[in-house]
């Protein structure tokens, strides 16, 4: 598939060692480099795969990644002071501080969400109930690595299967994406694991995953979790829909 992915919006380096520090329970101030280091190169081949426009940006954190990586490795130099400074204390200071800005950027599109959701005296009331059923459940945006964890697990499911395809099926983006939205309009909800589930191959699956980062760069769909890490769901953008 010749088909190289622009995104608009994306996480950035940082944001990729946050993910996997809260993925793996792992303290912010011990990092097991090693571990995450070898984490996040496996994230950075499968950008590489899809041809994703933002790899460049992260080899630069997976260079210092491996210097970090190296230095834990080497002895302690004798000829050093009695204070020995931790390889990872500079890059668990700007991930701390990078994380409080993230933190302080969440309650401010949170106090946005709220005062949208404030009503003059003349207040439909059907809206707002709507608004108290939306309401009951709290669902979490999925982010890229989401995205690009789900379709790792998917790849190495499927490459457990038999293979007994004997024709070769060709398929396309534009097909993926037709077929995406005709399912939203049957399903108004759909599991991306699902999706990848009905796939006959990792030709399908990478397909149906670029279709899908299409929709979501084109604003077409929203992708959500119940809780972090969970299963992702695919639903329409209904604020992206013009009204009749």
Known sequence: MNYKIYLEKFEGPLDLLLYLIKKNDIDIRDIPIAIIA??????????????????????????SLMQIKSRMLLPPDPLAGPEVVDPR?????????YEQFKLIAQ???????????????????EKLN????DAREI????TLFDLINALSGALKH???KKDYQVSREEYTIEGKIHELLHLLIETPCLSLMGLFSRSTNKEE?????VAVLELVRLKEI???????????????????????
């Open 38 to 63: 070898d984490q996040y190169m496996e994230y950075i081949e499968m950008m590489k795969m899809l041809d994703l426009d933002v790899v460049g940006d992260f080899l630069v954190m997976a260079t």
């Open 89 to 97: 204390q500079e890059l668990v200071d700007r991930l701390k501080e």
């Open 107 to 125: 309650g401010l599109k949170i106090k946005e969400l709220f005062r949208q959701n404030l009503f003059g005296r003349l207040v439909d009331e």
């Open 130 to 133: 709507e608004i108290k059923i």
């Open 139 to 142: 669902l979490f945006e999925a």
């Open 158 to 160: 499927v490459s457990e």
């Open 205 to 209: 699956i990478v397909c149906t995953f």
């Open 222 to 244: 929203i992708m959500v979790q119940h809780r972090p890490f969970e299963d992702i769901e695919i639903m329409r953008n209904t604020a992206n829909e013009t009204p009749a």
